[in-house]
């Protein structure tokens, strides 16, 4: 594919896909991250 | 090398080793597997030779090939562990399941999406009821099946052992999938890669395609260690080993 | 192995028989209607009864595509090198529709004609991924 060339088909496709790896990857980052920082907070009050 | 092998089945069940060795692991994973997607993806978009018939669209490819092909691993590895928990009771396999159906299901919703745009522009057509898209919507179908149970139960024993068997309900769905190219009459075409015989997909194309593959397999290792540690971060809270882990972090 | 591990394997085991028998239940019952399209072969033998609308699939035959000059009107020839059935359609063709490829022609079919009137044409991608120029130097 050339480099200036849009299409829309492919880039639909790979949008889609990065936006679902990034949640993915995102989701349970988070759900860690609060799970341990709940425990933090309880040892400290 | 059996007890080696039995050593680390045990180990494999105890959340905080698991924890552990996870956390070492997931850094190397995540920038492996996500630099592995972007050479291939640039590999396949921009380098790689346009198809003689369909053009410059068939670089979908690159994105519906590794998607469909690792949803079907993942289930048929979900279904292995849904075995080990009903005959061993190992929690470790319920964290399993419950932590990769979600990412299953992504890759089977992105393989059906990216199988629709495909087929817009080549076949005419988003979707036809043929066998091999209607048993892929199955397992996609499974897959919110068995992540709907999870919440449907008061106890977390009897959760993972309902969805344990609806797992090995639809593995059986899983050689029609593969096979439905091959038994019927359909619109999506046969299998392009072999690994026994010839591939019908030339070299240049293939390399690339084969580059994705291993990247995404890596990425569901990836994100699946992520989501169990969440998982496990989850069940085992009040646990005095993860009260420790997480001060010392 | 453990005797109660042992039972819970038959179990497992048992479920998965039983999936297994479900799914191949339901292949028996649906057998007839897995199948995307009739082939022209299939059409000969078997022409199928009533005035429901049916899908034939197959190569399009090399030669046959006849483009009216006025409209969208087209005609062409389904085969499968053994048996073939004509195909009239008024519409627009997917890109990848041209002969001696793969097509799936949905319509009515006319069994003493052996033609369908089409109202959907899809087009069949087969499983060769070549590049352009690879393309190009062997048809030189």
Redesign the interface.
Known sequence: ?D?G?F?I??W???S??GI??L???Y???A??KK??????NN?TT | MFQTLKNFYHKLGSFPWFYKISGKVIPFA?VLSISL?VIS?IWG??FSP?DAVQG??Y??IY??VP?VSVSQVIYYSMSIAAAVFLIWRMKMAGVYIK?LA??GA?FT??GL??GA??G??TWGTWWVWDARLTSTLVLFLFYLAIIGMQSTFASRKSADTAVSIITLVGVVNLPIVKKSVDWWNTLHQPASISITGESSISSEMLLPLLLSILGIYL?VF??GL??M??EI??RE?NKDW??K???Y? | MKQHRLKRLYGVLFIVFCSALAFILVYFAIKDNVNLFYSPSDLFENPPQGRNAIRAGGLVEIGSLKRSTDSLEIAFIITDLKNSIAVNYIGILPDLFKENAGVVATGYFDKNKMSLDAYQILAKHDENYVPKEVKKALEK
Request: aromatic share 12%; proline share 4%; glycine share 2%.
């Open positions: 594919m480099f060339e299409n088909h492919i639909s496709v790979v889609a896909t679902i790896c949640v993915l990857i989701l349970p980052l759900k860690i799970n341990e920082s709940k425990i933090k040892e | 995540g997607i993806s978009l921009f346009t410059d669209v670089r979908i994105f519906h998607a932590s979600p990412i992504a919703f992105i999406m990216s745009i495909w817009q522009p990425f990836f994100t992520l989501s540690r969440a971060s989850t809270q993860f009260k882990v997480s001060n972090n």
